[in-house]
């Protein structure tokens, strides 16, 4: 019986990273078809974080159900990294697919918004114009924000990211059976 209950926690965590993957890709292509402007919002991201954080939660909330109210860190941090892991990879594929096959120009358009973003908070920050200008000129020179390059960087940031919200959450959701 032992050995069913890791695969159990795996499948929930397996179903609830296709649910959270649903949500970002669909409010990727809602974004993408609706206004490219959500996609550098900071409420609508900021809800789109919220969200990925409150599903992956739940996926361990639901993992220490399956194991009767008893969790160990390791299985509740798998719970939410393999969550996690598998949204985040697949909105990087329907990211990189739409923005590199199906519209390639909305790819310019939004590294010109994000650049437009970039220099707005520089300016609220109050940094110079010369200051502003260096940060645009090497904002230039990097890759599109949807070269396969940067959304693998962008992968493995947002997974370092959320591991380290995912130990958080493992250490307040654990529960061993001799702590009971």
Do not use: C
Not at 66 to 83: R, V
């Amino acid at each position: 019986m032992e050995t069913l209950q890791p695969n159990t926690i795996k499948s929930s965590a397996i179903n609830y990273g296709l649910y959270l993957a649903i949500i970002l890709a669909g409010s990727s292509i809602l974004a993408y078809v609706v206004n490219l402007d959500l996609l550098t919002n900071f409420l609508y991201g900021s809800i789109i974080f919220i969200l990925t954080i409150g599903l992956a939660f739940f996926s361990v909330y639901k993992a220490k159900k399956i194991l009767n109210g008893f969790i160990t860190f390791k299985q509740a941090f798998t719970a939410f990294f393999i969550t996690i892991a598998l949204a985040v990879f697949i909105k990087v594929v329907i990211d990189y697919v739409l923005f590199n096959f199906i519209d390639a120009e909305a790819a310019i358009i939004m590294q010109e918004k994000a650049l437009d973003t970039q220099v707005g908070l520089l300016q609220n920050f109050g940094m110079s114009e010369e200051q502003i200008a260096l940060a645009v000129e090497a904002a230039e020179d990097q890759p599109n924000l949807y070269s396969l390059q940067s959304l693998l960087f962008g992968l493995f940031g947002s997974l370092a990211f959320y591991s380290i919200i995912g130990l958080i959450v493992a250490l307040i959701m654990k529960r061993n059976p001799e702590n009971a």
